[in-house]
Nanobody, 114 residues
Framework: QVQLVESGGGLVQAGGSLRLSCAAS????????MGWYRQAPGKQRDVVAT??????NYADSVKGRFTISRDNAKNTVYLHMNNLKPEDTAVYYC?????????WGQGTQVTVSS
């Protein structure tokens, strides 16, 4: 069993920044399938940024503002969010795939006020 613990969410004004963290209970050193997703009230969960064997990809809505990164020594995946907008308000989830199974964290709320 794998546990993912997200942190770093909160309330921020438009134009502000946050850094989300996703700490895994197992090593992520050899993994190449992880990412951040978000779900706004009444909407489906959408991909925000992913790291795969083919590289890093971002949703068009966050390109140039968000950066996904990883620290293998800490078994942690980060999402650096700059120039936040009210439409970025959502619960943010990380997903990490070990073998054929993907695991989700509990989510962290990000609220951007205008």
């Amino acid at each position: 069993q794998v546990q993912l613990v997200e942190s770093g969410g909160g309330l921020v004004q438009a134009g502000g920044s946050l850094r989300l963290s996703c700490a895994a209970s197992r090593s992520i050193f050899s993994l190449n399938a992880m990412g951040w997703y978000r779900q706004a009230p009444g909407k489906q969960r959408d991909v925000v940024a992913t790291i795969t064997s083919e590289g890093i990809n971002y949703a068009d809505s966050v390109k140039g503002r968000f950066t996904i990164s990883r620290d293998n020594a800490k078994n942690t995946v980060y999402l650096h969010m700059n120039n936040l907008k009210p439409e970025d308000t959502a619960v943010y989830y990380c997903n990490v795939r070990y073998g054929l199974r993907g695991y989700w964290g509990q989510g962290t709320q990000v609220t951007v006020s205008s």
